[in-house]
């Protein structure tokens, strides 16, 4: 892939993960963490120390199907190795399902143009899918369709974001999609957008949930997004029900051979070891 490269090469990984045993994707000590794990397993294969940097910095117990991380190796062969035996390293609970030379330019949080996450309802119990939401209880499918596509376009979202999570710079996002794909007794709530807060999308859901159940009305979606204040929505949905679906980015940024103008040698990146950096995506 990429050709013979004779000095530093970014790499994008994409990831599968169930989230059910871990305390989140960013690494923690004496915990067992996604990003922990990728990093000891790259470790293991070069022979060094490695940072990798993901696309959305997921909580204790979500999900993941379209995680995306990227990592600098020193040369081609570095990647050879983690091409050929990363996934087989890593444990049974990630999925390394790609792994490619990209672009130098090319950084998992800044580069992306949209995410899109699942979360995914049962309107009753089924021991046989652990990663959901059971509700025990029927749903007003057309209030909660309905409510939903208020959520769409951009708005403050600062109701429905963590409290001490709230940015400085503005808590508005571009949603382009937030819709109810229903069957049967199971609901998936797809939502997408250019950014999200800490537990959007769960208390996203919570919310909506509410509605279908008669505790709020329709109109409260848009009561609660001119709040702006955190106890005006509803309830914070479990994270066992959320996957971070899909990760979009420019297509030119997937060339390893492009350069931006102010390109230096791939290298260290200050946002990989700053747990606190404002770029950093929490679900």
């Not at 989230?19 to 067992?32: C, D, T, Y």
């Not at 057309?142 to 400085?168: N, P, Q, V, W, Y």
């Not at 409260?220 to 929505?233: F, H, K, T, V």
Request: charged share 25%; proline share 5%; net charge negative.
């Amino acid at each position: 892939m990429g050709g013979a490269v004779n000095h530093g090469v970014r790499v994008r990984l994409d990831l599968h993960y169930a989230g059910a045993n871990f305390s989140g994707w960013q690494e923690q000590p004496n915990l067992r963490t996604v990003q922990g794990e990728i990093k000891r397993a790259v470790s293991y294969l070069i022979g060094r120390p490695v940072n990798v940097t993901g696309a959305g910095r997921t909580d204790a117990g979500v999900h993941a199907r379209g995680q995306v991380a990227h990592l600098d190796l020193a040369h081609a062969g570095e990647f050879e190795r983690i091409e050929r035996a990363l996934d087989r390293r890593v444990p049974d609970d990630i999925r390394v399902t790609r792994a490619r030379i990209v672009s130098p330019a090319f950084h998992a949080i800044r580069s992306a143009t949209a995410r899109r996450y699942h979360y995914h309802l049962l309107s009753g119990p089924d021991l046989f899918q652990p990663f959901v939401w059971h509700l025990h209880r029927k749903l007003d499918r057309t209030r909660m369709d309905e409510a939903a596509a208020i959520f769409t376009g951009e708005h403050d979202f600062s109701s429905f974001c963590k409290t001490s999570s709230l940015k400085d710079d503005g808590n508005r996002c571009r949603i382009d999609l937030c819709a109810f794909e229903w069957a049967g007794d199971s609901a998936i709530l797809k939502v997408r957008g250019n950014r999200f807060l800490h537990h959007m999308v769960r208390i996203l859901t919570g919310t909506l949930v509410e509605i279908g159940r008669g505790q709020r009305p329709v109109q409260d979606a848009e009561r609660i997004l001119a709040a702006r204040d955190r106890s005006a929505a509803g309830y914070m949905a479990p994270a066992a029900g959320l996957f971070l679906e899909e990760v979009t980015y420019p297509d030119f940024l997937l060339d390893p051979d492009y350069r931006e103008p102010d390109d230096t040698d791939v290298g260290s990146d200050p946002t990989d070891s700053d747990p606190e950096s404002p770029t950093k995506e929490i679900s």
